[in-house]
């Protein structure tokens, strides 16, 4: 059996699986905007991955009402021994639209956009599976 070899992640990714790693009040990470994440895509496992499970009308919808560059936050959680949920947020103002949220989803990710208040959020969930952190 051929041994695994780690995935490259940017210091933004590599801070979500850090204890010391500063919070805010929700218990999120500060990570990169929807436009770094795309740049960073090319070089970080991670990053690539969440950008690709973005839904494309999710980001269709989220740039329809977001009106400034983004802001991003990451949220890790284990569900099981083996299994954690990460969860990645976007914030961008928002127009003066009307309220709405465009679900899309699978058994592994989902991403959902919508808009509360000022702000457009567009959310991104993943199931890591079997972790191994050095």
């Not at 496992?45 to 400034?68: G, N, Q």
């Not at 949220?75 to 679900?103: C, H, N």
Request: aromatic fraction near 6%; glycine fraction near 6%; include cysteine.
């Amino acid at each position: 059996m051929a041994d695994l070899t780690g995935s490259a992640l940017c210091v933004a990714c590599k801070s979500i699986f850090c204890a010391d790693t500063v919070k805010n009040a929700s218990g999120e990470v500060a990570h990169h905007g929807l436009e770094a994440l795309a740049a960073r895509a090319s070089k970080c496992h991670l990053c690539l991955t969440v950008f690709m499970s973005i839904d494309p009308e999710a980001y269709k919808s989220f740039r329809s009402v977001a009106t400034s560059e983004s802001s991003g936050f990451a949220w890790i959680s284990p569900i099981a021994r083996d299994q954690a949920r990460l969860k990645f947020r976007y914030v961008g103002a928002a127009t003066a639209a009307p309220e709405r949220e465009s679900p899309s989803s699978n058994s592994s990710k989902t991403s959902l956009v919508g808009q509360w208040g000022a702000e457009a959020n567009l959310v991104v969930e993943l199931i890591l599976m079997n972790p191994r952190c050095k």
